[in-house]
């Protein structure tokens, strides 16, 4: 059994390596008791989602761009949002939490979004009505194909969770239940392809055949915060469990006939496993883990594959009271950025939002005004999205904030609201003055990885350029048209400087979509 005793700390020699806030969405002062608690990116990090719970129960989708939601739906009788966007398409989908209408039960609601739209839903579906709060969560998978959602109808001799995929039209590809009960969990994973989910089932983590709405495996689980991992290839799962009366970590893989096999095994001992999250083929698991006393939590990365710890920083504030508790954990597909949010300490001194890389260096922290809720990392780990409560996590209160995060250095940005008619503030950083920079801006993609031209230039909408870089740096506003024909258009855009080094060199890449 592995252990993480021999991972090698690095918290003492972190070095920052200039991830950026790219903006808050801070609403307190229209309303103090908006509380986000669910969070997603995606459209190739063009959109966000937000969803809030208590009095003030939200739900905003916003242009990657500005903290202005390009919409926001205020519902007084929904009690709490779940949201998901597919991380390369526009599809956004809300699980939304109500009491029934002229009836004392809970019903869940699931919405469809296309575009960033206007804040109607293109469908809706109406899941069966509980006696009781069970649980329920929302996934959209890789390609915006299929939306999958869970739902628990409670009553009060039995418990039956719903689950339901289907096509973005609405058309149901599959409908299946479970007697479990999910005890508040929310949690569902989808592979990238959209076949199969991972579902927080209380004491189960439970894969699900979403062709054939049938379940193909369960594994038990033993934590209270939903830990539980599905890689995007769908090929492995990781939870945490109990093994003779100790919690550990688990991998298992697919196998070609269909069966689980364990894979690795990891002891945290004397800490509790937390949160878990694996990347794209299930190689890394990053983890979470913490001790019962509240002052004490670690991050860590595992190679799966040769069953070895690669790095691990440890969080202790001594005599803390008010619980230093992880709060979630997430990796992009390369595993080489780890998300990493927690319920902070009573000095106020313990960030709530770290993001790493590959290595266990700090990419960034974030100090937000509360307990953190939830985060998000972008497939390519360019971006993160996280939410947090304005206050302790047990301390009474609501409010909060949704942050934007640039998770490394970026030389090229594209800030403002991409509406019909709005104003875009393009800015490129300053490298040796008296260079020259094209600004192509495409309707395709290609390519992979960083310094490497991703727009298609067969797919030119616009090229702007060129421009002589001055010393401070090139900042210049483009208007978008009002032309009802740009509504839903995605554009990607990366600059290409001259003049470094012989040869091109290629900023990061932006991508908005156009708010009808």
Not at 219 to 232: E, G, K, N, T, V
Not at 367 to 375: C, E, M, V
């Amino acid at each position: 059994m592995a252990s993480l005793a021999c991972a090698a700390l690095v918290a003492a020699s972190l070095a920052v390596q200039g991830g950026q806030v790219r903006w808050i969405h801070d609403p307190q002062f229209q309303s103090e008791r908006w509380l986000p608690q669910s969070v997603a990116l995606g459209d190739h990090g063009a959109a966000a989602m937000a969803g809030a719970a208590v009095d003030d129960a939200t739900f905003n989708c916003y242009s990657a761009g500005s903290a202005t939601p390009a919409f926001s739906t205020r519902r007084d009788t929904v009690l709490r949002h779940y949201v998901a966007i597919a991380e390369e398409a526009p599809l956004g989908a809300v699980l939304a939490v109500q009491p029934k209408s002229g009836s004392t039960r809970i019903e869940a609601v699931v919405e469809a979004y296309l575009d960033h739209g206007d804040g109607t839903p293109a469908w809706t579906v109406t899941l069966p009505s509980s006696l009781y709060w069970g649980g329920g969560g929302v996934a959209v998978d890789r390609a915006g194909d299929t939306i999958v959602a869970f739902w628990t109808a409670a009553t009060r001799t039995s418990n039956t969770t719903h689950i339901r995929a289907w096509r973005p039209d609405g058309k149901l590809i599959s409908a299946g239940t479970t007697s479990d009960s999910s005890s508040f969990s929310s949690r569902v994973r989808l592979s990238a392809d959209g076949t199969r989910a991972l579902l927080s089932l209380g004491g189960a983590a439970v894969v699900w055949d979403v062709v054939n709405g049938v379940e193909e495996a369960r594994f038990y689980q033993a934590s209270i915060f939903d830990s539980m991992a599905l890689s995007a290839d769908g090929q492995r799962v990781a939870v945490a469990t109990w093994l003779g009366g100790t919690e550990v970590f688990e991998v298992h893989e697919r196998a070609a006939s269909g069966a689980w096999n364990l894979l690795v095994r990891i002891d945290p001992a004397p800490e509790r496993p937390a949160a878990v999250a694996l990347d794209a083929d299930g190689d890394r698991l990053a983890w979470q883990v913490f001790n019962n006393a509240g002052d004490r939590f670690q991050v860590g990365l595992h190679d799966v594959d040769a069953d070895l710890p690669l790095w691990e920083v440890d969080h202790h504030y001594p005599g803390n009271t008010a619980r230093c508790d992880p709060a979630g954990i997430d990796i992009d597909d390369a595993g080489e950025t780890i998300g990493s949010v927690n319920w902070g300490d009573d000095a106020e001194t313990l960030p709530e939002v770290h993001l790493y890389d590959g290595a266990g260096n700090l990419l960034i922290a974030v100090d937000t005004t509360g307990s953190a809720t939830d985060i998000d990392v972008a497939a390519d780990g360019s971006l993160a999205i996280a939410a947090n409560k304005a206050t302790h996590a047990t301390t009474f209160g609501a409010g909060g904030q949704v942050t934007l995060i640039e998770t490394r250095k970026q030389e090229f940005h594209v800030l403002g609201r991409a509406g019909l008619d709005d104003p875009l503030d393009f800015t490129i950083d300053a490298a040796v003055p008296g260079e020259l920079c094209f600004l192509p801006a495409s309707l395709g993609l290609v390519g992979t990885g960083d310094d490497a031209l991703r727009v298609d230039f067969a797919q030119l909408y616009a090229l702007f350029g060129p421009f002589v870089v001055p010393a401070g740096g090139l900042a210049f506003q483009e208007q978008i048209p009002n032309d009802p024909a740009l509504a839903g258009l995605q554009v990607h855009l990366q600059a290409i400087r001259l003049g470094i080094v012989p040869g091109l060199r290629f900023t990061n890449k932006v991508s908005v979509r156009v708010i009808g």
